[in-house]
Nanobody, 125 residues
Framework: VQLVESGGGLVQAGASLRLSCAASGRTFSRNPMAWFRQAPGKEREFAAGIDWSGIVPAYVESVDGRFNISRDNAKNTMYLQMNSLKPEDTAVYYC???????????????????WGQGTQVTVSS
């Protein structure tokens, strides 16, 4: 099973980026997925999550209104549209998936069983 992130890069404050997470090896169409991020010297934190249906999203307060999480279960892929980026959004962004079918979105790292390798997002001021 693999989760592969793409779409990171170096942008200026105010710009947008779209991250993708492509899954292979099994389907995650019945599983909640999430984006976590880890800034230098900080703990990995929950940024956004989406339930298995793609209808119910969840966001950390600092990105709510700027980021939009979505998924395409037919493509086994999750996305994170990031708008109005700020320097404090600079981090490595990881996608994650829970293994339990139809479980709820969780903000806790230990409740996710599959992880990608991460993609760097750098926002300059």
């Amino acid at each position: 099973v693999q989760l592969v992130e793409s779409g990171g890069g170096l942008v200026q404050a105010g710009a947008s980026l779209r991250l993708s997470c492509a899954a292979s090896g099994r389907t995650f169409s019945r599983n909640p997925m999430a984006w976590f991020r880890q800034a230098p010297g900080k703990e990995r934190e929950f940024a956004a999550g989406i339930d298995w249906s793609g209808i119910v999203p969840a966001y950390v307060e600092s990105v709510d209104g700027r980021f939009n999480i979505s998924r395409d279960n037919a493509k086994n892929t999750m996305y994170l549209q990031m708008n109005s980026l700020k320097p404090e959004d600079t981090a490595v962004y990881y996608c994650a998936a829970r293994s339990r079918d139809r479980s709820r979105i969780s903000t806790k790292r230990y409740e996710y069983d599959y992880w990608g390798q991460g993609t760097q997002v750098t926002v300059s001021s």
